[in-house]
């Protein structure tokens, strides 16, 4: 991203009024980060920590799904989109919608088997340690590279804020922020990411009202001129309204399957983020927790509605060619909107209340979703690798929560390092990538283990080891990473694979090696079982009893078990 944010950049507003804008964002951002610190659990208890007694309603559920659920690079980039690609742009926010139809789809069920984690989700089909490691392979996986895009973003939004620019500005305000959100998250937990997220999605709710009815008073409340104006500033009237702007560069075949490509990814991969489906959690029952996402459905419709017309302004009102020379992403579309609507130089007492509101909704939309996320991967290493598998559940509900605690210092600091370590790169495809990992391993495992009977211990890991190196690999080997000029390293040349979307390739290759591990493990199960003088029969039983079984029956399916509260 550039730093040269028309919102903030010094020829845009004057000293007083940045002065200003400044103050109102202080006053306003951190009274909330100590609420978030103040609301954490008052004992040290796991189902406090991880799911915050799991009470929460279906409204206020909502409200901290949407908040999930729109993190910084949705309502940034999916505003750029519509601004600069029109129609392929609205897609983008279409897509975000649908994936929440998906998660209505998964939550009954998940629900039913929600532990602390998704490990626990997947020790219910397959326990033991290979489970939770893999599990926790492709949580962190997901995790870190979507940590890094937010982090990454955050920094140059608050450095153009404070009215910096440059590397080392950037990367203060990373640490600044990384700092932040890791107090909150050891400190609050669960209860203060829900306080921060209910907060975020309301604030983002009353800055997307009050910079909609700016822009349409602005067009006479008028949509047809609004899209008339917004084809006419994005430089391409003809083509604004009509899909193949976003992969227009490449040939149409390709381009066709990166556009569906790019779809596909969003609508599953979304639904199946670790941190997301950690909130499912959250509800005390599955009913209430279909009700959520039900809730959340018409929370983010609005608020992509908001960001269609946002998207739209945009281009009609700054124009998509400053926009794209600003940011070729076109994340900065949002803030130099409201930098336009706010006045510019002339900002006056409404227009930098303005500025306040939108530049608060951006930074504790980051700040809510870092923190979310960070608690995710916590739990993965503390949960599941530290508690179940080296300390094989001999663990005290304090000592767990303290190690989750230093887990997520570790967790933030890695992601700050990190960063600070590729600032001023162009990042963004790691949250494509993050995506289309979560939709190549976590979707098809979930699918599997919740309505398949069949589904083995080798079918888990299989799909998860599997989906997660044909994701990599196939990302590693595309345009994204090398050899075009908007590439991570454009010198570099290790693009054979063609598409800039991986997941109609890794996708079916995932399903496909959770059926063959799990048609494999269970022939090669009972020809072990007999060979320790066990019969194909006795092991099958011992696997369905749900008590302990030879290692030998773990490849065979097994039945659903009762879960204790204390995730064993």
């Known amino acids: ?67 999930v659920y729109l993190s910084a690079a949705t309502v940034l980039g999916t505003t750029g989109s519509v601004a600069v690609f029109g129609y392929d742009g609205l897609f983008i926010a279409l897509c975000t919608m649908l994936s929440l139809g998906v998660l209505l789809l998964l939550a009954l069920p998940l629900r039913e088997r929600a532990g602390y984690t998704l490990g626990d989700t997947f020790a219910l089909r397959a326990p033991g340690p290979a489970a939770r490691v893999a599990v926790a392979v492709v949580t962190l ?48 937990g669960m209860h203060g990411t829900i306080v921060i997220q209910v907060i975020k999605t309301v604030v983002l709710l009353g800055a997307a009202l009050a910079v909609t009815a700016v822009l349409l008073h602005r067009f006479h409340w008028s949509t047809d001129s609004l899209i008339e104006a917004a084809g006419q500033g994005s430089g391409r009237p003809v083509d604004y309204l009509r899909p ?116 608060s909704a951006v930074f504790l939309t980051s700040l809510a979703v870092v923190a979310s996320v960070t608690l995710a991967a916590a739990g993965a290493i503390a949960h599941d690798v530290y508690t179940h598998v080296l300390r094989r559940g001999r663990m ?99 693009d054979w694979f063609p598409l800039q979307t991986v997941v109609l390739v890794s996708l079916p290759a995932a399903f496909l090696l959770g059926w063959l591990g799990s048609v494999a493990g269970r022939r090669r199960a009972p020809a072990v079982a007999q060979g320790r003088g066990l019969s194909a029969e006795g092991s099958r039983q011992d696997a369905g009893s749900g008590g302990r079984f030879p290692a030998a029956a773990g490849d065979l399916p097994i039945a659903r078990q009762s879960y204790s509260p204390d995730g064993r």
């Open 244 to 359: 193949g702007l976003r992969f227009a560069a490449g040939a149409a075949p390709e381009s066709t399957l990166d556009f569906i490509g790019l779809m596909v990814t969003i609508v599953l991969g979304v639904a199946c983020l670790p941190h997301v489906a950690l909130q499912i959690g959250t509800a005390p029952d599955a009913a209430t927790a279909r009700r959520t996402v039900r809730n959340a459905i018409g929370i983010v419709g609005a608020l992509c509605l908001g960001t269609a017309l946002m998207g739209f302004a945009a281009a009609a009102l700054v124009g998509a060619p400053a926009i794209v020379a600003a940011d070729p992403g076109g994340t900065t579309a949002l803030l130099m909107l409201t930098g336009e609507l706010a006045g510019g130089s002339s900002t006056h007492a409404g227009g930098a209340l303005l500025v306040v509101l939108v530049s």
């Open 1 to 67: 991203m550039s730093p040269q944010i028309m919102l903030t950049a010094p020829e845009a507003l004057d000293e007083d009024t940045r002065a200003f804008v400044l103050m109102g964002f202080l006053a306003f951002v951190v009274p909330i980060l100590f609420i978030c610190v103040l609301s954490g659990p008052g004992r040290d208890r796991i189902n406090e920590f991880y799911t915050a007694g799991r009470r929460l309603s279906s409204l206020r559920g909502a409200l901290v799904l949407a908040g």
């Open 141 to 188: 996986s997901v995790c870190v590279p979507y940590l890094v895009v937010q982090l990454s973003g955050a920094g140059v939004t608050t450095a153009a804020l404070l009215g910096l620019s440059g590397p080392g500005a950037e990367q203060s305000a990373i640490v600044m922020i990384g700092v932040m959100v890791v107090c909150a998250t050891v400190f609050g």
């Open 396 to 494: 005290t509900e304090g000592r767990e929560v303290a190690a989750a605690r230093w887990a997520s210092v570790g967790v933030g600091v890695l992601s700050i390092g990190l960063a600070v370590s590729v600032q001023g790169w162009n990042v963004l495809f790691l949250s494509v990538l993050s995506l289309a990992v979560a939709a190549s391993c976590l979707l098809p495992a979930l699918v599997y283990s919740l309505f398949w009977s069949g589904y083995t211990r080798a079918g888990l890991l299989w799909t998860l080891y599997g989906g997660l190196g044909c994701a990599v690999g196939l990302q590693i080997s595309g345009p994204v990473f090398s050899g075009t000029p908007l590439a991570l390293f454009p010198d570099w040349r290790l």
